[in-house]
Every structure is written in structure tokens, then in C-alpha cells.
């Protein structure tokens, strides 16, 4: 079966596999052509009645189709594989991946939570971006903390969130 551009596919169709919204076609999709953070993984399935046995990287043999996400897969550990049993769920309709795309930031954005972050006055500027200051939370190679706005109220009027030390910003994590 011959690769096809992803952004060719009109009739993806809608998936939950582990907990994770994803895109099922039976193609076989030219992983160059993924846009940047969109993750591919193929199903294989077992030869007999399981069309989703497995989903791994790439898949040659008893291929049933490739899954699309914006999330990456964790395989078991040493392997390049992981069981898929029963862990996976159609959703009604079909799509393009451009479509999904739209509809999935959309909806991450509003499932956004609005924290505090305190970020080092020594490490930082006070205009430091969001991303920066994300950035440096994820890494945990600085002092960025987050507090939900309940934790930061309770500690200021504690007076104790150290707020002397950090410049504070409220952002949708």
C-alpha cells in the first residue's frame, strides 16, 4: 500500500485509545508529512478476529491502520510496542486532520485552569513571557512555582508565599 500525504485524508475517523483523542485511517500515512507535534502510530492486529492488538511505531504485518495524535503514546518499557486489549473507542463521524486539529485547540484552551506562578526575581525579568516561566516550571531547574488561587490566597494571607523574592504572574495552565 502506497503512503498518502496526511493532509490528503478527508475521512479520518475520530478514536479515544488509552484516554487519548486520535484520528483512525486504514492508510498508510507518510510520516513527513505530520505537522509539527503530531504524533503517528500504527495498529496491528493479531491475525484473527483482534484488528487492534497492538500499536507500535511502524507496522508491516498484519497492519489494520494508523492512528494520529497530538499527544505521544508511552510503549512499554524496553519495547516498541504496547497492548491495546479493549482500550479504544470510535466516536461518530469522519474529518480531516486540519478539522481535528481546530476543534481539539479550541477545546484544550478551555479546559485551561487559571494558577498563580512565582518566578525568582534573581533569575528572571518582570516581562518574562508565559512560556518562560512555563518553561522553567516543566524543566524543574528553576524556582517556578504554581499555586492554584486558593493555595496562594491561603498562603499570602499567611504571609508566607516568599512573594518579596519572586515576581508573581496569573496564567492559564
Avoid: H
Avoid at 63 to 81: A, D, H, Q, S
Avoid at 128 to 134: L, S
Wanted: glycine share 6%; aromatic share 14%; net charge negative.
Amino acid at each position: 500500500m502506497k503512503q498518502c500525504n496526511v493532509n490528503e485524508i478527508k475521512d479520518f475517523a475520530p478514536i479515544e485509545i488509552f484516554g487519548i483523542p486520535a484520528l483512525f485511517t486504514e492508510r498508510k500515512i507518510d510520516r513527513a508529512t505530520l505537522p509539527e507535534g503530531v504524533f503517528a502510530y500504527d495498529i496491528r492486529g493479531d491475525g484473527g478476529n483482534n484488528d487492534f492488538a497492538t500499536i507500535e511505531l511502524r507496522v508491516t504485518v498484519n497492519r489494520t491502520g494508523t492512528i494520529v495524535t497530538v499527544k505521544p503514546i508511552n510503549m512499554l518499557k524496553g519495547e516498541k510496542y504496547r497492548n491495546i486489549v479493549e482500550d479504544y473507542n470510535f466516536t461518530d463521524g469522519e474529518c480531516t486532520l486540519e478539522e481535528w486539529l481546530k476543534y481539539n485547540r479550541d477545546k484544550k484552551a478551555e479546559d485551561k485552569e487559571l494558577f498563580v506562578f512565582l518566578f525568582p526575581i534573581n533569575d528572571y525579568d518582570r516581562e518574562a513571557t508565559d512560556e518562560e516561566i512555563i518553561a522553567g516550571y516543566e524543566s524543574g531547574e528553576s524556582d517556578v512555582t504554581r499555586y492554584s488561587l486558593d493555595e496562594f490566597a491561603a498562603m499570602y494571607n499567611n504571609e508566607e508565599c516568599g512573594c518579596y523574592s519572586n515576581w508573581i504572574r496569573f496564567i492559564k495552565y
